[in-house]
């Protein structure tokens, strides 16, 4: 009897832990999170070792603060998911695969980050802003 009520609380735990198990992985490889991080990483990689050497890299003096200053506010032009995936010799090219996800498809016109430069506008002082358009 001893090892009845043993085995039962042990399969028990076993039963709960695979349930856990199962839900942190449905999860984390859900379609939307897949498409969340693949974009954040996307966009971090555009913004700090592509975009920041082209445009505030050059800007960041004393004379182009208030220029600056401004696009803090209203942010850089929106860059079009077809774009970051093509940038920089088509790098993540690759990646479009995340976009079209189990079903999960998204407009890569319409699906859009734009950035925010942040004091004192280092690589990695701005935030980010997702505009996802998928089914």
Do not use: W
Not at 100 to 121: I, Q
């Amino acid at each position: 009897m001893k090892h009845a009520k043993k085995i039962t609380t042990i399969l028990i735990m076993i039963c709960v832990l695979v349930v856990a198990v199962d839900l942190a992985a449905s999860s984390y490889f859900s379609p939307d999170k897949v498409v969340d991080r693949e974009l954040a990483k996307i966009a971090q990689d555009y913004y700090e070792n592509y975009f920041y050497e082209q445009y505030p890299g050059k800007l960041v003096s004393s004379d182009n603060t208030a220029e600056l200053d401004a696009l803090a506010e209203s942010g850089f032009s929106n860059v079009r998911l077809r774009e970051l995936l093509l940038y920089d010799g088509a790098k993540y090219a690759d990646s479009a695969k995340y976009f079209k996800y189990e079903g999960y498809t998204c407009d890569t016109n319409e699906t859009y980050v734009k950035f925010y430069p942040t004091s004192p506008y280092g690589k990695t002082d701005y935030r980010v802003e997702y505009h996802l358009t998928c089914n």
